[in-house]
């Protein structure tokens, strides 16, 4: 065992405490923030585009190996951002530990099924099922 009398309190504290991760999904948080800002201009510049087309010329759209890239990406990452702001806002503002737990671990569920769904119809439509 170690004689902590002689360090500071910031050298015993380091790498301690409720701020192990934070900083890192912080990070996280704010990178998928701005990988959606130019994916979701793409998506919507898009969508105006072929407000009006057939079927068939969406469908064929979506089959675009770059296209469908980037929707499977929109979708991930719009998920992913989602599901991590939701956990933040419940975490802040539901006190009771179980209800918190409990509606972190649904919210997640959903919107992470929701999201596998969203990318299982993308790539069906891509590969023209």
């Known amino acids: 065992m170690t004689d902590n009398s002689l360090r500071s309190s910031l050298s015993r ?3 301690l405490g409720s ?18 800002i ?19 010329v969406v469908q064929d759209w979506i089959a675009s ?3 469908a890239a980037a929707l499977v990406l929109l979708v991930a990452v719009g998920f992913h ?18 209800t918190r737990l409990g509606t972190v ?9 929701l999201a596998v769904a969203s990318i299982v119809a993308v790539l069906k439509i891509s590969f023209g099922g």
């Open 81 to 98: 951002h989602a599901a991590h702001g939701l956990q933040t806002v419940l975490e802040d503002y539901v006190h009771h530990e179980l």
């Open 19 to 36: 701020a192990k991760t934070g900083a890192e999904q912080w990070w996280l948080h704010r990178v998928a923030a701005l990988a959606l």
């Open 13 to 15: 504290a380091r790498g």
């Open 38 to 56: 130019p994916l979701t201009l793409w998506f919507v510049f898009s969508v105006f585009h072929l407000l009006g087309a057939p079927l068939a």
């Open 105 to 113: 671990l649904a919210v997640k569920f959903i919107l992470y099924a």
């Open 65 to 67: 190996p770059t296209v």
